[in-house]
């Protein structure tokens, strides 16, 4: 039996994150601060400091820049990492789809934050959701142990030989990124075992000189690309279950795969969340069991690739759904909300609603999800916008 | 295994003579072989060569000097407007 050397200890989101690049090795680092994410790369620069992290630190002058040096970093074959929130993964967004396009299994970090304006610093998941398109792998974390090990766990699957995707980690800001909770810091040979270094097969390598970022025609193989990206992401589906099975195993950990269920197998309504207001949910499901309601809550924890599938075999036998979202699409509803109705479109005809929530940090209480469980009982399905002042 | 856009067909292979509307020319008799020319030029299409006869004396005949490719020289002028004695001449492609 191999001594493990786990560390039991309390710390916030941003520090939780920062120890899970640490343990999956990353070697290279750029970014550009921003409020909630500053304290992560904060972090990381403390540690390459004291050498207690063997990497390079990059300062650059925007979040598109941080990408671009990460993006190139990673081209050599090189673990990259970098981390943002809010308006500077906007800024990010054309580099996100390079990343992607070019097959760079690079692991981000984004805490949630509301996008101006007004200008607001609070959770709201609307500036990931905004990046739904540019083919990366989206996971939301519940918890600062989860985000740490996100992130390792995030690694593991992008690097994957039949994946090769980049994955976004995120954390609520504040909820998660400046609250301290108890986080077990992982033995790092453990870590080492599952996580093996990164053997990029097609990386800068001077002696064997490729071109990178060229251009192709109509009848070229772009279009195959682009397809090869959408293949990969539903191959993702069966990587992310192994591999979250293999961590839950080595670690004693309870990770879903790609949907984490509470109190699901009987139920008759259930409630689906991503982030943390899935915790506030789990609190309520447990009450209205008491009073004997059978409700149950499906927390998303990858909405990229979305779990198709599972929301298919979770909602089989379920009479009602309420699907809350801490984002919007101006003009329809909330974005996870559109996804599980068009997964159950033509196999499961029950009333699905749309519950907006929480939208730039709005406190989303007990009594709100209360409401929600209670409009989901009356098996309505409509768009409801939850503790919305009357303002005019 | 996955797609990855990476290209093994070198530029070399697509020249961009045609994109010129405007031609540089060295005149080597005044040119002191600073290297100016080779250094601005955006896209790489400014080579050097081994000493040259037609150099203005016989100390500069020894020297390295820039030879236009003018496969790839795109005739964005940034060499003549650099070149610090003014020893490149822009004119226009003439289409015979």
Not at chain 2, 62 to 82: D, Q
Request: with cysteine.
């Amino acid at each position: 039996m191999k001594s493990v050397t786990e560390f039991k200890t309390i710390m916030t989101g941003n520090d939780a994150v920062a120890y899970g690049a640490k343990l999956a090795r990353v070697k290279f680092i750029s970014a550009y601060p921003i409020t909630p994410q500053t304290t992560i790369v904060e972090k990381l620069a403390s540690m390459i400091a004291n050498d207690e992290l063997d990497a390079k630190y990059v300062e650059v002058e925007s979040e598109h820049s941080a990408l671009a040096a990460v993006f190139a970093s990673e081209l050599t074959g090189v673990r990259s990492y970098t981390a943002t929130s809010s308006h500077g993964l906007l800024y990010m967004h054309e580099m996100l789809h390079w990343v992607s396009g070019q097959r760079l299994p690079i692991v981000m970090s984004v805490v949630n934050r509301a996008i101006g304006p007004p200008w607001n610093i609070w959770a709201d998941q609307s500036d990931t959701i905004n990046q739904r398109d540019t083919g990366w792998m989206q996971v939301y974390s519940e918890s600062n142990q989860e985000a740490m090990d996100t992130i390792i766990m995030g690694y593991k699957i992008a690097e994957n030989s039949e994946v090769m995707l980049p994955l976004m980690s995120m954390e609520d800001a504040f909820i998660l990124s400046h609250t301290s909770e108890p986080v077990t810091l992982r033995d790092q040979d453990l870590i080492n075992e599952y996580l093996p270094d990164l053997d990029l097969k097609f990386r800068i390598d001077i002696g064997n000189p490729m071109g990178y970022g060229s251009y192709d025609t109509p009848d070229g193989t772009f279009m195959e690309l682009k397809k090869d990206m959408v293949d990969s992401m539903k191959k993702a589906v069966r990587v992310i279950k192994d591999e979250t099975e293999k961590f839950n195993q080595m670690f004693d950990t309870n990770y879903g795969g790609l949907v984490e269920r509470y109190r699901m197998d009987d139920a008759d309504y259930a409630l689906i969340a991503m982030g943390t207001v899935a915790s506030t949910a789990r609190f309520v499901v447990d009450k209205l069991r008491e009073k004997g309601l059978n409700i149950g809550l499906i927390r998303i924890r990858y909405f990229r690739p979305f779990p198709y599938d599972d929301i298919l075999e979770d909602l089989k036998n379920i009479k009602a759904a309420g699907v809350i979202d801490r984002s919007v699409s101006f003009g329809y509803a909330g974005a996870t909300y559109s996804e599980i109705v068009s997964a159950l479109y033509g196999k499961i005809n029950i009333p699905v609603s749309s519950f907006i929530v929480g939208i730039g940090g709005r406190d989303v209480r007990i009594e709100d999800i209360e409401k929600i469980a209670d409009t989901v009982r009356n098996e309505s399905s409509g768009v409801y916008w939850i503790n919305v002042k009357k303002v005019i | 295994m996955v797609l990855v856009p990476v290209s093994t067909v070198s530029t070399r292979n697509h020249p961009t003579d045609s994109w010129r509307i405007q031609r540089p020319t060295i005149q080597y008799d005044k040119c002191i072989r600073c290297m100016i020319c080779w250094k601005y030029c955006p896209d790489n299409a400014i080579e050097i060569e081994n000493g040259d006869e037609s150099a203005p004396n016989e100390r500069i005949a020894k020297m390295e000097y820039p030879v236009i490719n003018y496969s790839f020289c795109k005739g964005c002028g940034i060499c003549a407007n650099e070149c610090p004695e003014k020893c490149i001449d822009m004119e226009f492609e003439v289409i015979e």
